[in-house]
């Protein structure tokens, strides 16, 4: 059964730093999402991205923060500059075109110290 | 007022025995609800859509009632497997960003 697929699995970094997490989406999907999900909090949308653009995206998702598909197969999410707060799982989605289940990845466990 | 709200549990049952948990949600924009699962530390797969009508699922049912805003998912002959945390999920029509409850944690112990 396809699913998505995320790296690195977990990634400590120092604040101040940027990272990047990359997603590679089940290949008939043509919309992606990011969430976050803080230690012991509910999962929380950051964004959305279809046609090669975001469609969508939280108040979370601030300017620190980025979306690409470099190629056919990735997407990737940037903070450019990591924060304490920024430290989280986080999840890749994606979904077919006019569904509306989403299938997600087993996540990145970003630490920021 | 939250847009989606569980009762946090724990939820503590013996094996066999039967669960119902329950969420509302806010905005009556929603379309298309979800129960996903979630284990510790892992990512939330999904349990089942939950349909007007109700539906069903081998020992999962799921009802949804769109006048009072409510959604609940009943669990019949409780596994040890069935241990985890229950996120109730809505969103509106189309590929638009899930909504997510905090989520209900269940422990079932033989």
């Known amino acids: 059964e396809p699913e998505v697929t995320q790296t690195p699995s977990h990634q400590v970094t120092q604040m101040g730093q940027e990272v990047i997490l990359r997603c590679v989406p089940i290949s008939n999907h043509l919309y992606f999402y990011w969430y976050r999900q803080i230690l012991g909090q509910k999962v929380e949308f950051l964004v959305s991205?279809?046609?090669?653009?975001?469609?969508?995206k939280s108040e979370i998702f601030d300017d620190q923060f980025s979306v690409e598909r470099p190629d056919g197969s990735n997407f990737t999410l940037k903070i450019r500059s990591t924060k304490l707060e920024d430290s989280a799982m986080y999840f890749c989605a994606s979904s077919v075109r006019g569904q509306e289940t989403q299938y997600f990845g087993p996540g990145t466990r970003l630490l920021v110290l | 007022r939250k847009e989606v709200e569980q009762d946090p549990g724990p939820f503590n049952v013996p094996e066999g025995a039967t669960v119902a948990f329950n969420c509302t949600y806010s905005?009556?924009?929603?379309?298309?609800f979800f129960w996903y699962r979630q284990d510790c530390r892992k990512e939330p797969k999904l349990l089942m859509s939950?349909?007007?009508s109700g539906n069903e699922d081998g020992r999962f049912t799921a009802q949804l009632n769109r006048a009072s805003q409510y959604i609940s998912l009943l669990i019949r002959d409780s596994k040890l497997s069935d241990s985890a945390t229950y996120l109730c999920v809505v969103n509106k029509p189309g590929n638009t960003p899930l909504v997510f409850g905090k989520g209900t944690r269940l422990s079932v112990i033989a």
């Open positions: 939950v349909y007007s």
């Open positions: 905005n009556s924009a929603s379309q298309s």
């Open positions: 991205f279809y046609n090669n653009e975001i469609s969508e």
